[in-house]
């Protein structure tokens, strides 16, 4: 079936002209109709303009347009519904945004449009991004491909799971804290964040501008390191993204990872692993071995207090961001009698509750009186959890870590607990706070009936993505996870 197709598996076949992207996009629409019901990965999305685009795609293949031009040519993509393409909803899962409809491409888009990809679909999220599990979207509760009982991870949950119910191709997320890794993990793709700089931000809907990074969900490392290099680059409407050139990031997928030295983190063999994910872990340090990695021990003494500092910049930064939602401007508004008035019907009425409690959070440790106690220290925490992996990095060139303490949990399990809801994001926060780039890999299953897949990361220094893909493609071609599907029916 074309849409289980991986991206290098589809241009292939486009390049032979054994099958047309039309077709391939047609296959794409046919699984949302038959499976989307149950999984509910899509907000929104356009068959027309998808089969529109396609044929384009079909008639520039046809031209003699190559894929080593347009790498992503007749290649159908979902976006996750926070970043912007021109005349499609943009509602970042809330009902502040319901309805509006993006005016403009974000970078990334104008990108992946050159590169020839069709682009359709609005993937759901935790409202702006904020969650775990999304289940916080104001719109609809996303399932998990391998047991629709239970949590697809967020907030990209919809990228995740449309690209392992095979909806999709590949599909675009962003990663605050882990948003992008954590639901790769829970539904056994592959999940990419680079380093902060690596991509331009332009056209994301901010939530904490100092964390946020787009990537991409996909089903094996390749098809990553394919998206990474169209993504990739400077951007003059984004003055965070770093003036680095892009690197070749598939051609350096050799298998040869003999004398990469691979840490394993002290702080982080914690008591409250998953007995599957502590086994998938050992399993993968004892994998790496037998390809030649070598494995050292290093510390990351700053790792409790890392989620803390996180919740406080995050927050803060998402109280400063979330301002521009006033109901003056655009989006939802509740007309009150004075200015006051409208402020807080519509903000109100327009956001939910993890939204607002991280408003309210955010806007009290900005607060005069807290800002030092509060703020400035966490900063302060943060320089110092960069410094550890500064001084992790001067020993290994990548670390090997969990995703998270658990694999995909119930639905409404922790929807009451914010606190244990957070908790699950305690390895992966300290990428962002630090700037690094992130892949999480297949590791496993659970065992019983329904398997649950068991997440890796790997962990690389700023800018080093062509060593992370390297190791992850080495693991992954060597063993048999990232093959495996969801026992979904049509």
Known sequence: MLNQLTISELTAKLARREVSARA??????????????LIRAFISYDAADALAQAGEADRALAAGQTHAQRPLLGVPLAVKDAIAVKGQPLTCGSRMLEGYISPYDATVIEKLKAAGAVIFGRLNLDEFAMGSSTENSAFQVTRNPWDPSRVPGGSSGGSAAAVAADECIVALGSDTGGSIRQPASF???????????????YGLAAYASSLDQIGCLAKDTRDAATVLGVISGP?????????????????????????????????????GLEPAVRQALEAAERQFTRLGAELVEVSLPHTDYAIAAYYIIATAEASANLARFDGIRYGLRVSGSDPTELYCRTRGAGFGPEVKRRIILGTYVLSSGYYDAYYLRAQKVRTLVRQDFQAAFDKVDAILA???????FPAGEKTADPLQM???DIFTISCNLAGLCGLALPGG???????????????????????LLRLGHAYEQSTEWHQQKPPLAG
Not at 24 to 37: F, K, P
Not at 447 to 466: H, I, T, Y
């Open 422 to 424: 957070y908790l699950m």
């Open 402 to 408: 969990p995703t998270t303490p658990t694999t995909a």
């Open 235 to 271: 951007d003059p409407r984004d003055s965070t993204s770093a003036p680095l050139p892009v690197g070749n990031y598939a051609a350096g997928l050799t298998g040869d990872i003999k004398g990469l030295k691979l840490g394993l983190v002290k702080e982080y063999r914690v008591g």
């Open 445 to 467: 299953f659970t065992e019983g009936n329904p398997r649950r897949p068991v997440g890796l990361q790997l962990l690389g220094k700023p800018f080093g993505e062509e060593t």
């Open 187 to 201: 539904c056994g793709c592959v999940g990419l964040k680079p380093s902060y700089g690596r991509v331009s931000r």
């Open 24 to 37: 391939a996009t047609q296959a794409c629409l046919d699984r949302i109709q038959s499976v989307d019901g």
